[in-house]
């Protein structure tokens, strides 16, 4: 008699093999014939019956290793499997295995298990190279195609495809398949034997090892239906799903993608944990994009100070790191046990966080998680037990709860009118030079900066955290009040001509400062403090009252927008002091302001490689209308791009916050694969080294899964062997030497161009930008350039300091700079 986990009398088990070569089918119809001879197993009607095992000329009998795979085969099926029909069914295409499914006769009372499929991929005229979508895509409809009673998915694992050869192409890559991918066996006892593992393993893993796994959970996880709800009911950009897999969360990932799938929302993958943070933060940035971000157990430590960041940019969106069930004995990659509890290091950083331990409580807490969210304090963890997050839930309580905690009204921080007074009388009557710093702008309020600036002759600069905010082109015209980049690093020489008069500050009395959205942070201005508080005029705009500056002469709680619409109203300017302030503007001149950007000397300065690129860039814009978002990783080619490069709209910077080596490059391929435009980055070889390698997620996630480039991505690496500023700090501050401790080791690999579906990638050298076709390579869509630009250190210019302002290539040389070479070493 069967045993209880034996199938009942009569069930059915269905294998295809598809191709047009009989003795593929041959093979497979011995394979099934061995595993049913002797036994209460039969082979169906219509089979290919017990046809003969057929050896190879290679081989005159199959070897003891054929006899031993089947002997053990037949040992667990003669318990387990005692009494079952094998149905061969064979077709030379998909879609004709489909046909012949549909025409079986219905199957006995038994049942019928989900089909294992066999493929001979020459045979079927099927490619198995992984960026041809054809025989996934065939998969995929016979999948669809099945009969009604049979599921309507195949498995990866019981799905076999055997090529004739390797995967032909030029891009050689090895990368898992939603099917198993073998070479066709030279030998036949070697395929048949591999039908008799795949027949078995299909009997044990889907058929009857039920009691090998933990249960399986009914419906969609209740946190993951929760969040996808909640998330879609957001203001901003399309939300996005950042995930690294890991076991304990791999059912949510897999309820999350599917969701996320049906409502468009971007899923966007990277190389570590970290990635994902840093392609959450660019996105919030730049296009207010919330974010789910999913990990595995003892993951909350692998974001790097990115956290602190996303906390900084008031990043929306969750965090759900998996936790180890209460309790337990020092578990494995558990974060809240005896020995330690990560809650307490979110709490010291700042960040909110739920402690999800109890399904019966997880409403609660995601009503806890969804005010943390709209509080705005960054990024929400949720720590997640494996009996929460495998718990499902009622999709209309889900739903009812999502509705409940949609977006409050926003509470609109209104400028009141003894805070505006001050600044409006500095706007309407004051100096003849006026700068504003910009912060993070939306339409609108980029709208009434440019308006009023327009009308009050106001100069305008972005920042070495927010570049782009404000930039020389909008909408495809210049602006002629914008003057480059304020900051600690790659303040532009205009900005600096605007400011200063003879190498000194100009008189408070003179100028003033307003920093719009901004706390001011040390990174905004390449000042001391004693400068910012003495010597300098400042209007300070920020909703956040702990940002107001303790050196503002004339702090402003208040939001941009209705700060800057009572500004805007009634805005009355003399016309004499319009005109002052325009030839204010009108006297500072765009200048790279040295000489080596002059000099053609190889390796490149990066003073010449980036007046090149400005110019290519220039000259796109003006006549192309070219558009691009920039992102701008920490050395000094990312400063060297801020400072030289014209920009037409926001850019990603990975100065921002803490200075991360490497998080902008980390940010490239979510920023790539979402917005609509192309993206120039500019990595150093220290960042590069730093972090993992971006392509191969790149190429998945645009190749593989179909998000696609919008236009064109060009990566410029910069090489010069060594942590650049921080040699310049030493050579030119410090006097000290440069040492191996700022040497980097750069391997440069040869010029290649691979092709991936129908993504282009291509590696280039850049020895002298005067002949690389720079034009050409900026403007092909679909396509990835990795240049490496190769350099030469220098501490010449680009505002690498303000006593870079007094260095002897300037164009105009202060006084100041020859009394402090008059001064005797060592006394100033």
Not at 322 to 340: I, K, N, R, S
Not at 569 to 595: K, M, Q
Request: glycine share 8%; with cysteine.
């Amino acid at each position: 008699m069967p045993t209880s986990s034996s199938p009942e009398l009569g069930h059915r088990f269905l294998i295809l093999s598809v191709g047009k070569h009989p003795a593929f089918h041959a093979v497979v119809a011995g394979a099934l014939g061995e595993l049913t001879t002797g036994s209460r197993r039969r082979l169906g009607p219509g089979d290919g019956g017990n046809t003969i095992l057929k050896s190879s000329s290679h081989s005159a009998e199959p070897p003891a290793a054929h006899a031993e795979t089947l002997a053990r085969a037949l040992r667990y099926l003669d318990r387990a499997l005692p009494e079952a029909e094998l149905r061969h069914v064979t077709a030379d295409t998909l879609p004709a295995a489909a046909r012949a499914l549909r025409e079986l006769p219905p199957p006995p009372a038994g049942g019928e298990s989900l089909p294992l499929l066999l493929v001979d991929a020459d045979g079927a005229g099927l490619g198995t190279e992984p960026f041809d979508r054809a025989l996934p895509d065939a998969l995929a409809a016979l999948a669809d195609d099945l009969p009604a009673h049979l599921r309507s998915t195949l498995t990866a694992h019981g799905t076999l495809v055997y090529d004739a050869a390797a995967p032909a192409g030029t891009a050689r890559v090895h990368v898992a398949r939603p099917y198993v991918l073998r070479a066709l066996p030279a030998h036949d006892w070697v395929l048949s034997a591999d039908v008799v593992c795949a027949f078995t393993d299909h009997v044990q893993v889907r058929h009857t090892g039920s009691a090998l796994r933990t249960a399986t959970r009914t419906g969609t996880s209740a946190l993951a239906t929760a969040l996808h709800s909640f998330l879609g009911r957001q203001p901003g950009g399309p939300w996005g799903l950042h995930y690294y897999t890991g076991s304990v969360v791999s059912g949510t990932i897999a309820d999350l993608d599917r969701l996320a799938a049906t409502t468009g929302n971007p899923v966007l993958r990277g190389p570590s944990e970290h990635a994902l943070a840093c392609g959450a933060l660019a996105r919030w940035q730049l296009d207010g994009a919330p974010f789910l971000i999913v990990v595995t157990s003892g993951m909350v430590d692998e974001f790097r100070g990115t956290l602190a960041n996303m906390r900084d940019a008031r990043a929306r969106g969750f965090v759900v790191c998996a936790e180890t069930t209460p309790g337990a004995w020092y578990p494995f990659q558990g974060t809240v046990h005896a020995a330690e509890d990560s809650r307490a290091v979110l709490a010291a950083k700042g960040l909110p966080h739920v402690y999800l331990d109890d399904p019966d409580r997880l409403e609660d807490g995601l009503a806890e998680a969804c005010a943390a969210y709209h509080a705005g304090r960054g990024p929400v963890f949720l720590l997640a037990t494996p009996a929460v997050l495998d718990a499902a839930g009622s999709p209309d309580r889900l739903e009812a709860l999502a509705r409940s905690h949609a977006r409050p009204p926003a509470a609109t921080l209104d400028v009141t009118e003894s805070a505006l007074e001050p600044v409006r009388r500095l706007v309407e009557s004051g100096p003849a030079r006026l700068l504003w710093q910009c912060g993070p702008l939306d339409a609108e309020e980029s709208g009434l900066v440019h308006d009023i600036a327009a009308r009050a002759g106001i100069a305008l600069a972005d920042s070495l955290t927010h570049p782009g905010s404000v930039a020389k082109y909008r909408d495809g015209k210049a602006v002629e009040e914008y003057l480059g980049t304020l900051g600690m690093y790659a303040f532009s020489a205009r900005v600096h001509d605007y400011l200063h008069e003879d190498g000194r500050l100009r008189p408070r009395s003179e100028q003033a400062l307003l920093f719009l959205k901004s706390r001011i942070a040390e990174a905004a201005t390449p000042f001391s403090p004693a400068a910012l508080a003495r010597r300098l005029r400042i209007v300070q705009v920020t909703h956040e009252r702990a940002h107001l500056a303790p050196f503002a002469d004339h702090p402003v709680h208040a939001a941009a927008l209705p700060f800057l619409t009572a500004l805007r109203a009634g805005l009355d300017i003399s016309p004499e002091l319009l005109a002052a302030r325009r030839d204010a503007i009108a006297r500072t001149r765009e200048s790279t302001s040295d000489v080596v950007h002059r000099l053609p000397v190889l390796p490149m300065s990066a003073n010449y490689f980036f007046r090149r690129l400005h110019d290519v860039l220039d000259d796109l814009i003006r006549t192309t209308g070219y558009t691009y978002t920039g992102v701008f990783d920490v050395g000094r080619g990312g400063l060297s791009a801020i400072r030289n490069l014209p920009r037409t709209g926001p850019g990603f910077s990975g100065w921002y916050g803490r200075a991360l080596m490497g998080d902008a490059l980390q940010a490239v391929p979510a920023v790539a694969l979402t917005r609509d435009d192309n993206v120039l980055a500019f990595i150093g070889d220290g960042a590069t080294a730093l972090v993992p390698d971006i392509l191969p997620t790149l190429i998945q996630q645009a190749a593989l899964y179909e998000r696609g480039l919008r236009r064109n991505l060009t990566v410029f690496r910069l090489i010069d062997g060594g942590h650049s500023v921080i040699r310049t700090y030493r050579e030119g501050r410090a006097g000290a030497e440069a040492s191996r401790q700022t040497q980097v080791l750069h391997l440069l690999e040869p010029e290649w161009t691979r092709t991936y579906g129908e993504l282009t990638v291509r590696h280039r050298h850049v020895h002298d930008a005067a002949d690389a076709d720079l034009h050409t390579w900026l403007r092909q869509e679909a396509t990835v350039t990795i240049c490496s630009v190769l350099l030469s250190h220098n501490n010449e210019g680009d505002g690498l300091s303000l006593l870079s302002s007094l260095g002897w290539q300037r164009d105009d040389l202060p006084e100041l700079a020859f009394a402090l070479a008059q001064t005797p070493r060592g006394t100033h």
